[in-house]
């Protein structure tokens, strides 16, 4: 069975997660040991010994998510991210850095190691780097493969697949994209942000609303459309005389329509991505996967999704529309 | 300090490719890279072409060290057979440019160096990786100065610094993200698998500008490089200083050997006269260096602390 792993970004998204259905939540410290460090989420030594409890008494896993990537002066700030995590009884550690993976397999071998997907890792020979020098037992990946490059890795891969099902949609090689830091100074690999708050800046002017990051003009919107937060793979941007969205278009990723095909390859878990995102989301999104996942498994040979769960997903999603992304590639 | 020529980045014709390293025999670097890191739709020279290309510069040019550089993103098992022939090569070192090569070099015991795409972001990670093989890397672009210094004093403690060559990202449009798609194609409006080897008519890459026409990005292909070209000439010195081995210059279709020229008559100054042999191009960016946005230019002047 496909296990659904949910986002938490506080302990009310917890909650949710847990009462909804999540087989696993994932969750991060308050700093930049993760890759979601944005100001008021996440937990610390204080709340997360709660969280867990709250989770394990009613077997749901905790999964903590330590990926990215410390630079010297960081280095101790991991290390004691993976104690505390350890310490306090998560089911499994999440992350990118070989040092830190390292560290975490020799000093807390108990705990399942799971490669983050700013690992990574898109092919069986990269998943075997990963395996056979620190024992992971699970990776999580880039969201740049199609559903016959997944199949293919499944077929050959030392380790449990974890793809992403529903969310904001990377259209980069997670792990390996600076435009944050190029334009910000920060990135997830760095600071684990990309396009970070602090750096974004809305006015009103009389050629639209206009979105900047860092004083860098990412978008322009007309009176009558849907301002949109401004990462800069999503912003409009020109080559040439042409202005349009140059990397990418806001979309969400939604794979529900394609659940057995997933199921059939062997993948493990499925990701729902937002621990940035409200409790009501982690809550309609977990609800709606549950009900998926339940009714697949019921009957598999006469899965269909229904209407109403992409009604309700389509609604908490970014730009309000979903695509299938690199599973299933339109632009290929 | 050593000047190396990175690989070719963007995607030139057969003609064109020869033309150019024809041209670098003579040049005064020491190292240079060759082979397709970017996308693997791109054959102006195969495998054999590569590999033979760099039996001939060695042969003209035998005090020149040439290594082998690979794909960044390996998605394709067609591309993992054409990465096994890279490792498997037997004569030249070779570059990994992705987790995959790392594993492949280093289970058949043979030595490599890895590229700016393979994260390391402390000396703990290239710890691990020196066991299995390294011999040099080529740090992150989007480090800073201050996090270099702090990851040669901790493999100075680790008492592996002299086993490791540092090679430094120093001239040109930096790579900074890879995807799935095509972004060439798409400013085109053709699906990736029938791009038209559009890259072809770009030889520097494909502009992108934000809508007040600041230079934001440059397309290639699959590939997201910077929209201002990184420089690192004023900051020569302070490399040396802290231990850099090796300088980097990333090939561009135009002027190369002026600026290969500039480099290596900075580099062959003493240290002292290399300070105030500074210059200022508008249009280029070091913020990274000084740990700012990799797009800004900061004068060397008020960091030289």
Redesign the interface.
């Known amino acids: 069975m496909i296990e659904l792993i949910c986002p938490a970004g506080n302990f009310p998204a917890l909650k949710e997660a847990v009462n909804n259905g999540a087989d696993a939540v994932y969750i991060g410290f308050k700093d930049d040991t993760n890759a979601r460090h944005f100001a008021g989420l996440n937990f610390n030594e204080k709340n997360l010994p709660k969280a867990i409890d709250y989770a394990h008494q009613r077997g749901t896993k905790v999964f903590v998510a330590i990926n990215t990537?410390?630079?010297?002066?960081g280095?101790s700030r991991w290390q004691k991210a993976v104690d505390m995590a350890a310490d306090l009884g998560a089911d499994a550690l999440i992350m990118?850095?070989?040092?830190?993976l390292?560290?975490a397999m020799n000093k807390h071998p108990q705990i399942s190691r799971h490669l983050s997907v700013q690992?990574?890792?898109?092919?069986y020979?990269?998943l075997?780097?990963?395996q056979?020098?620190f024992g992971i037992k699970r990776a999580v990946l880039p969201r740049?493969?199609?559903v016959s490059?997944v199949a293919?890795l499944a077929t050959q891969s030392p380790v449990e697949l974890e793809v992403f099902g529903f969310g904001s949609l990377c259209?980069?090689?997670e792990?390996?994209?600076?435009?944050s830091?190029?334009?910000?100074?920060e990135?997830p690999?760095?600071c684990g942000a990309c396009s970070p708050a602090k750096s974004v800046r809305w006015e009103k002017t009389s050629n639209g609303l206009e979105s900047r990051l860092?004083n860098?003009?990412?978008d322009?919107y007309d009176d009558n459309e849907n301002a949109g937060y401004p990462t800069l793979?999503k912003?409009?941007?020109?080559?040439?005389k042409?202005?349009f969205h140059?990397?990418?278009e806001p979309t969400s990723l939604n794979t529900i329509a394609i659940l057995p095909e997933l199921d059939k390859i062997g993948i493990k878990a499925i990701k729902i991505e937002g621990r940035q995102r409200s409790p009501a989301y982690t809550q309609q999104v977990t609800h709606v996967w549950r009900q998926a996942l339940d009714t697949y498994y019921k009957d598999p040979e006469h899965y269909m999704p229904q209407g109403q769960w992409m009604n309700a997903l389509n609604k908490v999603s970014e730009g309000s529309q979903t695509t299938l992304g690199?599973y299933s590639?339109p632009?290929? | 300090m050593k000047l190396s020529l990175g690989p070719l980045l963007y995607f030139w014709s057969f003609d064109e490719i020869k033309q150019f390293y024809q041209s670098m025999t003579e040049a005064p670097v020491d190292i240079i890279y060759l082979g397709e890191t970017v996308c693997s739709k791109r054959r102006s020279l195969n495998f054999e072409q590569w590999l033979s290309l760099a039996h001939e510069i060695k042969d003209s040019a035998p005090d020149k060290e040439i290594v082998l550089s690979t794909l960044?993103?390996?998605?394709?098992?067609s591309?993992?057979k054409t990465?096994r022939r890279y490792c498997d090569n037997g004569d030249f070192l070779v570059e990994a440019n992705?987790?995959?090569?790392?594993?492949?070099l280093?289970?058949h015991s043979i030595p490599f160096t890895i590229g700016p795409?393979i994260?390391t972001?402390?000396?703990?990670?290239l710890?691990?990786?020196q066991k299995?093989g390294l011999q040099r890397w080529t740090m992150?672009?989007?480090?800073s100065k201050q996090?270099l210094s702090?990851?040669l004093?901790?493999l100075n403690r680790l008492g592996i610094k002299d086993n490791i060559e540092t090679e430094i990202f120093s001239y040109g449009h930096?790579p900074?993200?890879?995807?799935?798609?095509?972004?060439t194609?798409?400013?085109h409006n053709l699906?990736?698998?029938q791009c038209d080897l559009k890259c072809l008519d770009y030889p520097d890459g494909?502009?992108?500008?934000?809508?007040?026409?600041?230079s934001?990005?440059t397309?290639n292909g699959i590939q997201?490089l910077?929209g201002l070209r990184y420089d690192l000439y004023n900051e020569l010195a302070q490399m040396q200083a802290i231990g850099v081995d090796i300088i980097r210059l990333s090939p561009r279709s135009k002027n190369m050997l002026d600026i290969i020229h500039a480099y290596r008559q900075k580099l062959d100054q003493p240290i002292e006269q290399q300070a105030n042999n500074t210059y200022t191009i508008e249009d280029n960016c070091n913020?990274?260096w000084y740990?700012?946005?990799?797009?800004i230019q900061t004068n060397s002047a008020t960091h030289t602390a």
Request: hydrophobic fraction near 40%; charge should be negative.
């Open positions: 990537y410390p630079q010297p002066e280095w990118a850095d070989i040092g830190i390292d560290y690992g990574s890792a898109t092919s020979e990269s075997r780097y990963y056979q020098n740049v493969l199609s490059q293919h259209i980069m090689a792990g390996r994209c600076h435009l830091s190029y334009v910000t100074g990135s690999n760095t860092n860098v003009l990412i322009r793979c912003g409009r941007f020109s080559v040439g042409n202005t140059v990397l990418e690199a590639r632009w290929q | 960044s993103l390996i998605e394709a098992e591309e993992l990465l992705d987790m995959a090569a790392v594993q492949l280093s289970t795409t994260n972001y402390n000396a703990q990670a710890a691990i990786m299995q992150p672009v989007e480090l996090t702090g990851i004093a901790d930096m900074l993200a890879l995807s799935a798609r095509c972004f194609a798409r400013a699906p990736k698998d494909l502009q992108v500008k934000s809508q007040e026409d600041e934001l990005f397309l997201t910077s913020g990274y740990g700012e946005p990799g797009m």
